[in-house]
């Protein structure tokens, strides 16, 4: 467990660790944490994000946010910018699951109207959204539109009937992100993902119905602006990103950047940490790939959003539209963009790498959707199954200091296999539905790998960032629904 003690205190959440600590170290780490998280924290977390500071071209820190967890390479919760120019890309800064993300959609029911349906409408979402490990999807797309469909993102889907007019504007990006090149990506890649549109996938995704919290109606003016009215109102969340499609892309360039580093002249203390220039042509064709991840993600929670849409429609005998189903957000996590920021007299382009960490761009930024621009980005941080998730906001402050990025989730304490010994899933299932919470999962030790008890307190790493000034406290999002792979 890390020690407190040893590190130097910035605030009261959080931590620096100097160049000192480490050999080789080009600028300090810094941690949000509480002095009982941080006390708590996994010294690998420690090794990793010392690692990371470690990196050709990293300025000013290597983060790890309040949920920060081992991970592959980057400790999970772990940012870090590049300069563009001497700087790297590491696939281990982003991850296997390219763009896993959260995506939050309203309605305009209230719980008193879902609660006698949930056990109908979760059991038909379940029906439309396949769950589990390899899951084909229902959607029917050739080879010969992946182009097409990685290029633009949600886009495409907007063309194509896929997406309500207003849907791209409150995605991260508009729903795709500039540079992808589908000719980057291989047969294999392709192959496993051309059916996997429309699927939710296993681990730590899942498809929430959720119900505003009454006691944690953090700010009720910021709410209504994303479409929060009241405090029993009824919203969806869903967690997946780009399936074996980035889990292939991840590992077919990582075998490459290892084999490659040695002809940059470039060194790790950790072979998961492999890089190579940005500037290069294998990390350019790396991130056109990893773009045509991104993207692909993006299409694949859309899709999900139509069936969660028709769900609701068959269950309520309303269409969609009337039950006011427009999407709040979604956000990414597992990703790496070029984006200008600012900091102690740099005003530039730099490489963003956020590995399970969530964009918190603040009022004013000219990223965000206009109806948002002048309160912040929505930030929609995740927590286990059993304990609820959070609605926030992103921060000047975040701009400042964190290369405008916050936590994720709640960040595991427990390992899966772990977690099975310590619980079985049926008993799981049975003590959620005692605590009015539905769950339908596609197995029984899936379900038991994400009991809450495997989770880091997710209101206490809520509460980290929102008094660092990272990300601010909106509302909190109690489950009353859930489907897990």
Known sequence: MAQASSFKQVSDVSWEIPTTYKQGMRVPARIYATRKLLEAMDNG???????????????????????????????????????????VISPGGIGFDVNCGMRL???NLRYSEVKPKIKELVDLIFNLVPAGVGVKGFQNFAQGQMGDITSLGVKWC???????????????????????????????????????FGTLGSGNHYLEIQVVDPARFFDPDLAKGFGIVHDDQVVVMIHCGSRGFGHQICTDYLRNFESSMRRYDIQVRDRDLACLPFDSREAKD??????????????????????VREAFSKVFHRDAESLDMHLIYDVCHNI???????????????????????????????????????????????????TGSYLLVGTKKAMEETFGSTAHGSGRTMSRTAAKREVRGAELQKKMLDRGIYVKAATMDGLAEEAGMAYKDISE??????????SRKVVALRPVGNIKG
């Not at 194509?160 to 047969?187: F, M, Q």
């Not at 004013?364 to 286990?384: F, K, L, N, T």
């Open 286 to 307: 790396y991130y056109s790939a990893m773009v045509c991840a991104a993207n692909f993600a993006f299409v694949n929670r859309q899709i999900i959003v139509n069936r």
């Open 45 to 87: 977390v420690i090794e990793q994000v010392t690692n990371v500071a470690c990196l050709p071209g990293i300025v000013r820190y290597a983060y790890a946010m309040a949920d920060a967890h081992w991970g592959y390479g980057f400790p999970i919760g772990g940012v870090a910018a590049f300069d563009v120019e001497k700087g």
């Open 461 to 470: 790493v809520v509460e980290t960032m929102d008094r660092a000034g990272i």
């Open 336 to 386: 790496a963009k070029v984006e200008r920021h600012s900091y102690e007299g740099f005003n530039g382009e730099l490489l963003v790498h956020r590995k399970g960490a969530t964009r918190s761009f603040g009022p004013g930024h000219p990223d965000i959707p206009a109806p948002y621009r002048e309160v912040g980005q929505p930030v929609i941080i995740g927590g286990s199954m059993e």
């Open 105 to 107: 959609i309203r309605t």
């Open 158 to 196: 907007a063309e194509h009937d896929l997406a309500w007019d207003d849907d791209p504007a409150h995605v991260e990006e508009g729903g795709y992100i500039k540079g992808a090149d589908i000719s980057k990506v291989s047969r294999q890649a392709m192959s496993r993902g051309v059916s996997q």
